[in-house]
């Protein structure tokens, strides 16, 4: 079954009640038992729903995987994967990532004793210096938020499976569309679903996709143990949402690939960066791995002023000033005073996160109106 037929189809059966062509949207906290223990696969919604069964069922799918999790939110996702780990474990993340997967690892689980290393993956080489015998788990996020760097999963997972370490990618800037990090060689691969899966800015969620069996046992416990899932109709929509992921990507990129290039021939704009650029660091390796490259770009504007900044932000009109992503609709934001405020500023600023650098989710509306609305607020 190919892709596109896969967000539609894939890992589905119709309803066996009444033959729904969607899983209905299983409101219930618990399930009848004709004796105790004995009951039709459900007993109680935090370890198992049908609809957020049918919607794991998806994610498997999509990602070429054979166990799909979808938790609370994207965060609640990740925590789940630190979860795995014990007091003296090492973990090395690429420096350039989400500011809510920082503040978990180092507000949250470096008080639990795991050490992390924050280190530049562009050469993927870089990581053998900071492997040691208590290394566990290399995090990885490609492209990269909020500076779209590229990191070469396939090499990356050389790296660790020579040296017996899991390796986990965050995926939901490119989604299954664009890049599979399982075909790649990752363990574990992640999504803040809140973005492209469900497509539509009306849920929050995250999901964890994986091949190992031992691995996907130990994440379910601890889905049910911790109990950060989500609820049945934010299940229905996000499936909902996967269905049309193929269609919504393909204009995603179109749209990304014109603003993209307005913006780097624009006489005020400092650096564009998007990975489809030849010039963008790592492009050949986005070219091998991705299928195209994505509705997510970052850019500054010359002299890197913050006030400028801040009123072409509040003077877009089609771009919506606000937090996340992977909607349909266009969003602009400003991750030094949002998404990455969480990040020491002289942390941010090594990877390139300066004051002056305004992010894009370019949405799927048209090309031109888009491109108008930066005319008018870089005028």
């Known amino acids: 079954m190919k892709f596109n037929t896969k967000t539609i189809h894939g890992g589905q059966e119709h309803d066996p009640a009444y033959g729904a062509v969607m899983p209905p949207i299983y409101q219930t906290s618990t399930y009848a038992q ?6 039709k696969g459900f007993e109680y919604s935090r370890t198992h729903n049908p609809t957020r069964k049918a919607l794991e069922s998806a994610f498997a799918s999509i990602e070429n995987g054979e166990y799909g999790l979808a938790f609370g939110s994207g965060l609640a ?28 690892f180092t ?6 004793g795991i050490t992390f290393h924050f280190i530049g993956m562009d050469n993927a ?35 660790a499976k020579k040296h017996d370490v899991l390796l986990a990618v965050d995926n939901t800037f490119a989604t299954p569309y664009l890049q599979r990090p399982l075909d790649l060689g990752a363990d574990i691969v ?6 492209y899966l469900g497509g539509h800015s009306d849920v929050v969620m995250g999901a964890l996709m994986l091949n190992d069996k031992s691995i996907a046992e130990e994440l379910y416990f601890i889905q049910n143990a911790s ?7 934010d299940s229905f929509l996000v499936l909902r949402g996967i269905k049309t992921l193929h269609i919504r990507m393909q204009r995603h990129c179109e749209n990304g690939k014109a603003v993209a290039a307005f913006l780097k021939a624009h006489p005020k704009i400092e650096n564009v960066y998007w990975p489809g650029f030849e010039t963008h660091p790592n492009h050949d390796i986005a070219k091998a791995q991705m299928n195209d490259f994505g509705g997510m770009l970052s850019f500054t504007t010359k002299g890197n002023n913050y006030e400028e900044a801040i009123k072409i932000v509040e003077m877009l009109k089609i771009f919506t000033l606000a937090e996340s992503l992977g909607g349909v609709e266009s969003l602009s934001g400003h991750p030094a005073s ?27 509306e048209d090309e031109e109106d888009l491109i108008n609305d930066l005319k008018q607020a870089l005028q």
């Not at 004709?34 to 009951?39: A, I, L, V, W, Y």
């Not at 990269?144 to 790296?159: G, Q, R």
């Not at 992640?190 to 973005?195: E, L, V």
Request: with cysteine.
């Open 34 to 39: 004709s004796t105790p223990g004995g009951h």
């Open 107 to 112: 507000k949250v689980f470096e008080k639990f």
């Open 190 to 195: 992640m999504h803040s679903a809140t973005k």
């Open 77 to 104: 996702a990740i925590d789940a994967v630190i979860k795995l780990l014990k007091p003296g474990d090492e973990v090395i993340s690429t420096n350039d990532l989400y500011g809510g997967t920082y503040r978990l």
């Open 338 to 364: 949002m998404t990455h405020a969480s990040i020491p500023k002289e942390e941010r600023e090594k990877t390139g996160v300066v004051d002056s650098l305004i992010r894009l989710s370019v949405g799927i």
């Open 125 to 159: 080489a870089n990581i053998e210096g900071y492997i040691n015998k208590n290394t566990k788990l290399i995090w990885v996020e490609t492209p990269t938020n909020p500076m779209l760097n590229i990191i070469d999963i396939k090499a990356v997972a050389t790296i």
């Open 227 to 233: 109990g950060a899932v989500c609820g049945p109709q």
